[in-house]
Structure formats: structure tokens, C-alpha cells
């Protein structure tokens, strides 16, 4: 609490020391060219010189304060009680530790009450020092900082070196994102693989991870029936809807329309990409489900399950048509005029030109939007967890229920149990086959339509 | 010799006059208008759809919306819960979004434009930033849980774990909007900054991030607008817990609209069919006023160089 009050202080300090080393620079500014750097730059100067190094202070004292206060602790009298078992040694400290948190906590183990008021004094002692710590810091960096403001002194190229590392290091974000994401991904699936042979899961086709025990964990992790669920919704049936609609829509926008008509269907087209998933997940289970339940039910099928693959999958098309018609768009224009004014010229109507010239031209373009509708439609989730049910189902019939494999990330990472079991850890394989399907459709994809670009320019 | 040119192109005009021609200029034509139609039947379909969920949530919602149901929390009786602290959490976790995101994003996006080398690791970071844009979203939920929540013990839950979250998801979205709003921006304004002794940083902070900044808030508002209606990582992370009392920080924990709105749709009285529905116009006048407003930033600042 106190480190966090202190980081305050440091930026008042930064806020004076700007005000004052601006100040001075001013009145050392003697006329035309007397300055290397604007007074500005002094204080930005000084700033940093108080706010990096007190920062960095905070950061080291956060890091070795834990063992600080529990070295203090330990060397407490009330310690000397506490089991030897290392384990319920561990769980009555941070017990201790919640209370001196929270004093209105009840103690669960009255050795934790006793020890709580010892942490909450090495707490408050050793925040203190940490407090004067950084603040010391902050001074003494604000200190020579401003000794440095002279006339010739390069302010400007000081801080605008110090600005290009900031700019460095948030443009390295995006790949320590990625790191992360490979890295945790690939360490937790790496555990579960420890438990279940890859060929197993990647083979098998029994899926009941509630029913895993014992020796043949393998048998009840066989993932084919997600996969086949999340291909059959995702890149089967939702595609059924969007490619014929979203290219129709795209021919109509792009041939068709006047420019009016255009301006407005466009936005309103892209208002169905906005809505969130959670809508539609919602809207797929309270109206669409039953409707084609009821179908089925017309159809001669006993008890149709309310839950259904053709409803997440024609919902989720419907979510893509966009996507899909602003690929074909893209395509579609990238397609030289003279191609379809040769078509026209020769005589054939505008619906011949846009079926035998425009379409198979653009067609490069038009794949890679499609390969990109199917990367996002089998990452979709909320769709599939209100809509297609849990039952791991190998089966080709639209009405039956059916799982997929962002449904049973969900499903294994929402119920209460330890983390390192092998059902959780079975969620980390799935995101693993996830992410590594869509990146390669993505890079395919992405490729394509660099190199169909090219082909017209 | 011209006689016969004549005739020639009499039996030419003859040939198109036949029944036969008529016939199939007039079958050419229909399939015209066919394909039209389909066309026009394709977007008109699309729309009804829409037309259709946006009525049926406002019949089922529109009469629960009250006073009472936008300063209520979460409850287990129908009638006494609401959505204020739901949209406090939503609005909590957008807070720590945007204040990750648009900065980083921001300064990601003037390095690459601006300043990087042509160099191998900066082609490994554009390869990352457009993969990143398109990995689905529960991914980053796996990353948030992994991470935050199991490596460096930050509170489940809670609005600060969400937001983090959904800034990586974010980030990517600013970079590249930011990007291509200050390629928009002409070479002839940094020419002209340079010329009169700015140097390169002052060039980019002082004119061209100015001019580039309408852009980079569209599309900041685009990318937080998907960020509030996310809803898969942050079950990922736990944001589904029962919380009665409106977040008072961005450590407590907290659920968020899109999470209301799915935890509202499991539950079994019917109740909570009104509920659920009203907290989706909620949210989507939430969306629209975001989108709204990007829209106007971009018609009233844009300008065509």
C-alpha cells in the first residue's frame, strides 16, 4: 500500500522537477542559438532521470520484499510454534498473510491469528524503508539531471533517445504476445502429453474426459469427434450460408448497386459483423434451435435434441457473411477493368461477364477470403457453447448435437477443479491444435492473396 | 460490289430479326434479371435476418428495461437484478484496456512507420502483429490464465486481469489502424518540417501524429467496440463469477455485460428471458454509440490530401 502511494510521489516529483528545470534553461537562454536544447527538453530530461531510475527501484523492492518480510517473520517469536512440515507451514503463513490484509478474516487456524500481527509490522516496516528507498532514488537521479542543465548541454538528444527505446519496446510487444502465447500453450500441452500420447489424442475418437482415471487416460482423450464438430459446423455448414450470400451480396455491391445504394447497404451490412457473439449465441438458442428442432421433428425424427449443429453453424454463417463479402469486394476490385470491358465488348450481358470473367479471375481472391472465414469461424466460441450442445458426436446429421473444440475449452476450464489435472491440461492441447490451424490457413491465405495482387499489377 | 455489301448486311440485320434471335435476346435478358435479383435477394436476406434478432430482442427486452433494472446487480430473482454492475465491471475492464492498448499501440505503430530499419526482426514483428489480429480470441483467454492469472498470482476475476487481456487482444487492432492512418499522412508535411530544422522525432510527434490521430481513434474506438462485446477469454479467466455488489476497483472481482448477458441466458426461469434480452440492448446501444462515434470522427476529420 505504501509502494503504491510512493509511485504518486514520484510523479509529483517528476512534475516539479519538470517546472524547475524548465525554469532554470529559461534563464539561461541569452539570445538567438544560445541553447542546444529548448528549455522544454531540460525538463523532460530531468523527468526522466527521476521517474526510470525511482521505477526501477520500485520494481527490485517489490521483487525482494516477499522474502524480506517472511525471513522477518520466521525470525518472529510466535514462529518458532509453527509445524515443520514445510507444506502446512507454507498454507499457515499466508493465512497470516490474508489476515494482515483483511483483520476482519476469521482465522481458520489460530496459529495464523497470532502470527498475522508480526507480518502486518514487517510489512509496514519494510514498505517504509522500500518507500524512503525510491524516493532517495528519485531525488538523487532528479539531483544529476539537473546539474546537467547547461547551455550546451544535449537535452533534446538525450530524450529523443530515450523516447526511440520506448517506441523499441512497445513495437516488441506484439512478438512478446505471440512468445507467450506459443510458450504457454505449448508448456501446458506439453504436461498433457506427458499423461496422454499425442497419438491417442489426435487419433482417438472417444472423447469423455469426465470418465478419465487410472492407467487408460488415453482412451478417453481422443479428440476427432471436436474436430469433426468444429469442421462440420464451422467450415461446413456456416460456410453453406456465407460463401453463396456474401458473394452475392459482394456482386450485387460491387456490379449492380448506384453509388447511393451502396453507401448506405454497405455500413448496414457491416452491422452484422458488430453485434457481439454472445447476441447471437443467444438469438441461435431462443429462436433459431427450435425452429429447426421443430423441422426435424416434422421431419420424422424421434426426439430431436434441442441443441443442434445446423443452428450454431447457420447463425455463425450469417456472423461471417460480411467477412466474406468484404473479401469478395477486395477480390472483385482487384480484377483490371479491361478484363470484363473486353467480356462486354464482345457482347455478353453483365451477368455473363461476372460468371465466366469476373468470378473464375477473382478467384485466388475469393478462396483466401473463404480459408480466412474458416479460420475465424472454428475459433468462434460463444456461438457454439449456447447453440451446439456437448455431446461429443461423430456424426453427419445437422440435427444432432454436437461439440467442437472451443466448446470444450470452455467446458474444461470452467468447472472447479485443480489446475493441473489432465482435464484441464487437455484444454491447453486443444488451444494448441486451434491456434496452430489457424495460423497456418491464415499465413496460406494471406499469401495467396499477396501473390494474386501481384498477378494483376 | 456495294450491292452486294448491301445484302450482306440485310441478311446480317435479318439474322438478328428472326424469332429464334428474339427468343434468345429475350432468355439472355431474363437470366440478367434473374442474377440481379439474386443478388439483391442475397443482401435483402442477410438483412432480414438481422431485422429479425434486433426485433425480437427489442420485443422480449424493451418492457424490462426500467430504472431499477439499470441500477440493479446481479441477483438470483428475476425481477430485483440489473445491469449497473455488470456495465461497471464492462466499463472498468475497457478503462485498463484502453489505457494499455492505446498507448502501445500507438507508439508501435509511429516505430513502424516512421522509424524501424529495414531489418529481419521487424519483419518477425509485422508477421506477429497480423497473425495476432486474426488468432481467435479464446486463445489470448489461455494466454490471460496461463500468465496473469497462474504465473504471476494477479486477482481472478477481476477488471485488471480482463483488461490486460483484452489489450493484447486490442493492440494488434490500434497497430494496424495506426499504421495505415499515418502512411495517409503526405510525405510533403515531414519535408517541410525537416526543412525548417525539426528534427526527425520532433517531425513525427509535433506533425505528423496530429494529422494521423483521427485516424488511430476510429480505429481505437473500432477495436474497443469488439473488446466490450468479447466475451470467450474472459470466461478463460474466470469474469463469470455471481457478483452482487458492483466492483469498487479494477481488483475486485466483477463480471462484465457480455458475461451478464451469457450467464443470465443459462438460467432457468423464464424470468431471465426478459433480463437477458434487455442487457443485450444494453450492450448494443453501447456498441452503436461507439461505432456512432467513430463514424462521426472519421466523416468530420478526415481529410483527403
Known amino acids: 500500500m505504501i509502494l503504491t502511494g510512493v509511485l504518486l510521489a514520484v510523479l509529483g516529483l517528476g512534475f516539479v522537477g519538470w517546472f524547475a528545470a524548465r525554469g532554470r534553461a529559461r534563464l539561461l537562454h541569452t539570445g538567438r542559438g544560445s541553447l542546444h536544447s529548448m528549455p522544454s527538453y531540460h525538463g523532460w530530461h530531468v523527468v526522466l532521470w527521476i521517474v526510470i531510475p525511482a521505477l526501477l527501484a520500485w520494481a527490485a523492492w517489490s521483487a525482494i520484499m516477499p522474502g524480506l518480510v517472511d525471513g522477518a517473520v520466521m525470525a518472529d517469536p510466535a514462529a518458532a510454534q509453527l509445524p515443520a512440515d514445510a507444506m502446512s507451514r507454507a498454507a499457515v503463513v499466508s493465512e497470516a498473510k490474508a489476515i494482515a490484509q483483511n483483520p476482519d478474516q476469521a482465522a481458520f487456524n489460530p496459529l495464523a491469528q497470532t502470527l498475522a500481527e508480526p507480518v502486518r509490522a514487517a510489512h509496514q516496516r519494510f514498505g517504509l524503508i522500500g518507500a524512503l528507498l525510491v524516493v532517495i532514488v528519485a531525488l538523487a537521479g532528479g539531483g544529476w539531471a539537473f546539474t546537467k542543465v547547461r547551455a550546451n548541454y544535449p537535452a533534446r538528444t538525450r530524450v529523443e533517445r530515450a523516447v526511440m527505446g520506448v517506441l523499441l519496446l512497445a513495437s516488441l510487444m506484439a512478438i512478446l504476445t505471440t512468445f507467450g502465447i506459443v510458450a504457454s500453450l505449448v508448456f501446458e500441452a506439453g504436461m498433457f502429453f506427458k499423461d496422454v500420447s499425442p497419438i491417442d489424442f489426435l487419433l482417438g475418437t472417444h472423447w469423455s474426459p469426465g470418465s478419465a482415471r487410472g492407467d487408460n487416460l488415453g482412451e478417453s482423450f481422443g479428440a476427432v469427434p471436436l474436430f469433426w464438430g468444429t469442421i462440420y459446423i464451422g467450415a461446413i455448414i456456416a460456410m453453406v450460408v456465407a460463401i453463396p450470400l456474401g458473394l452475392m451480396s459482394a456482386v450485387y455491391l460491387t456490379q449492380y448497386a448506384t453509388p447511393t445504394i451502396r453507401k448506405w447497404l454497405k455500413p448496414v451490412l457491416e452491422i452484422l459483423a458488430g453485434i457481439p457473439t454472445v447476441v447471437y449465441g443467444y438469438f441461435a438458442a431462443l429462436t433459431v434451435a427450435p425452429i429447426f428442432r421443430d423441422f426435424a421433428a416434422s421431419l420424422g425424427m424421434a426426439n430431436p435434441s434441442t441443441e443442434s449443429a445446423l443452428a450454431a453453424g447457420v447463425v455463425m454463417g450469417v456472423m461471417i457473411i460480411p467477412f466474406v463479402s468484404s473479401m469478395a469486394d477486395d477480390a472483385l476490385a482487384a480484377v483490371p477493368r479491361a478484363m470484363s470491358d473486353g467480356s462486354l465488348a464482345l457482347g455478353a450481358t453483365k451477368s455473363e461477364t461476372i460468371k465466366k470473367v469476373l468470378l473464375p479471375a477473382a478467384l485466388p481472391g475469393i478462396v483466401a477470403g473463404v480459408m480466412l472465414a474458416i479460420s475465424r469461424a472454428i475459433g468462434e466460441t460463444m456461438i457454439v457453447v449456447m447453440a451446439a450442445g456437448a455431446a461429443a458426436n461423430l456424426s453427419a446429421n445437422p440435427f444432432a448435437s454436437m461439440t467442437t473444440v472451443t466448446y470444450q475449452i470452455v467446458q474444461m476450464l470452467t468447472g472447479d477443479q485443480e489446475f493441473n489435472s489432465p482435464k484441464t491440461l487437455s484444454a491447453f492441447a486443444l488451444g494448441l491444435v486451434l491456434f496452430i490451424v489457424t495460423l497456418v490457413l491464415n499465413i496460406i491465405a494471406l499469401r495467396v492473396v499477396k501473390r494474386f495482387r501481384e498477378a494483376y499489377e | ?305
Open chain 2, 1 to 305: 460490289m456495294s450491292n452486294a455489301r448491301l445484302s450482306g448486311a440485310a441478311q446480317g440485320n435479318a439474322r438478328w430479326q428472326t424469332p429464334e434471335a428474339a427468343r434468345r435476346i429475350a432468355r439472355r435478358n431474363a437470366a440478367e434479371r434473374r442474377f440481379k435479383l439474386i443478388g439483391l435477394g442475397a443482401i435483402v436476406l442477410s438483412l432480414a435476418f438481422l431485422a429479425l434478432l434486433l426485433v425480437i430482442m427489442l420485443k422480449n427486452g424493451l418492457s424490462g428495461l426500467d430504472w431499477s433494472f439499470l441500477t440493479g446487480s446481479d441477483s438470483t430473482d428475476p425481477d430485483v437484478a440489473g445491469v449497473w454492475g455488470a456495465t461497471k465491471g464492462s466499463l472498468l475492464t475497457m478503462l485498463v484496456t484502453l489505457l494499455l492498448s492505446f498507448p502501445m499501440g500507438v507508439l508501435a505503430a509511429i516505430y513502424l512507420e516512421e522509424f524501424a530499419p529495414k531489418a529481419r526482426w521487424i519483419e518477425w514483428v509485422e508477421v506477429s502483429i497480423n497473425n495476432l489480429a486474426a488468432v481467435p480470441s479464446i486463445i489470448f483467454g489461455l494466454l490471460g490464465l496461463a500468465v496473469f492469472i497462474n504465473t504471476l498470482g494477479m486477482p481472478r476475476s477481476s477488471p485488471l486481469v480482463g483488461g490486460l487481456t483484452l489489450a493484447l487482444m486490442t493492440m494488434p487492432v490500434i497497430v494496424i489502424s495506426g499504421r495505415n492512418a499515418i502512411k495517409a499522412v503526405p510525405p510533403s508535411i515531414r519535408d517541410a518540417a525537416l526543412a525548417i530544422g525539426a528534427s526527425k522525432m520532433q517531425t513525427v510527434f509535433h506533425h505528423v501524429l496530429p494529422l494521423a490521430l483521427p485516424g488511430i481513434l476510429t480505429g481505437t474506438i473500432i477495436g474497443m467496440a469488439r473488446a466490450l462485446g468479447e466475451t470467450a477469454p474472459l470466461l478463460m479467466i474466470g469474469m463469470r463469477a455471481f457478483v452482487v455488489t458492483p466492483p469498487g476497483g479494477i481488483t475486485d472481482p466483477s463480471s462484465v455485460l457480455p458475461m451478464q448477458i451469457f450467464l443470465w441466458s443459462d438460467e432457468i426461469d423464464s424470468g431471465f428471458v426478459q433480463n437477458t434480452s434487455a442487457a443485450i440492448i444494453v450492450l448494443l446501444v453501447f456498441l452503436l454509440a461507439m461505432n456512432g462515434l467513430a463514424i462521426y470522427l472519421r466523416n468530420k476529420f478526415e481529410v483527403r490530401w
